[in-house]
């Protein structure tokens, strides 16, 4: 198994929908879960980190489920701007090294 | 202001060349990372300094060398590389330098290095 696992996608979606992503983790030690847009050619920018609690930034909400070892985003109201490869980011404990996600490709479609 | 900057944007390089990638940062930030990125890939871990120091290098090759001057910058020294090398590298900070765990992470543009 994968140590991070998203749905490459292409996600498409019409304007204004509501779209959601899961990513799995497989080390129940992994202790912080970010995730990053990353526009074609462009570097990966931090979207939100995920806490425990979840979180939620506008029209995004991610969630944390230890339990089942995976983490959420839910993007409302989706814009053509949306449109990007988003990653799933983990630390699987201890040192600074974060494994990436290979991302899932979302089209906003008009 | 969660700004890293790079340079070159762009570089193209012999495989006899010796050149130098640049990353720079004024946020404060204690750890620095150097990834490479192939198309349709995500990015991959090369080296993190922490606190000025090398504290990870990932089995990179000895072609890329990397350098921390001081905790505002970092350069990536690139000797005899090989066409296969051609990719997007990515310069990284965060806030803790600490080996605990992992903050969040803010990459510069990119240099986009092409070897001939």
């Known amino acids: 198994r994968k140590e991070v696992e998203q749905d490459p996608g292409p996600f498409n979606v019409p304007e204004g929908a509501t779209v959601a992503f899961n990513c799995t983790y497989s080390?129940?030690?992994?202790?912080?879960f970010f995730w990053y847009r990353q526009d074609c050619r462009k570097e990966p920018k931090l979207l939100m980190s995920v806490y425990s609690s979840g979180n939620e930034d506008g029209r995004f909400t991610a969630q944390l489920n230890r339990a089942s070892q995976y983490i959420s985003l839910l993007i409302r109201d989706s814009k053509l701007s949306d449109s990007a490869t988003y990653l799933c980011v983990v630390n699987p404990g201890g040192y600074q090294k974060v494994t990436f996600g290979t991302g899932t490709k979302l089209q906003v479609i008009p | 202001d969660t700004e890293v900057t790079q340079t070159p944007k762009h570089l193209v390089m012999g495989m006899t060349n010796k050149k130098s990638l640049k990353c720079e940062q004024h946020m404060g930030h204690r750890a620095m990372y150097w990834y490479k990125q192939k198309a349709k890939k995500p990015p991959e871990l090369m080296f993190v300094y922490s606190y000025e120091k090398l504290s990870i290098n990932e089995s990179v090759p000895s072609r890329f060398s990397p350098e921390c001057p001081n905790s505002s910058l970092l350069n990536l020294h690139l000797h005899a590389l090989q066409p296969e090398d051609s990719a997007l590298y990515l310069c990284?900070?965060?806030?803790?330098?600490?080996?605990?765990?992992?903050?969040?992470?803010?990459f510069g543009p990119g240099t986009r290095l092409t070897v001939t």
């Open positions: 080390n129940s030690a992994s202790q912080s």
């Open positions: 990284a900070s965060s806030q803790k330098g600490s080996r605990q765990g992992a903050d969040e992470q803010y």
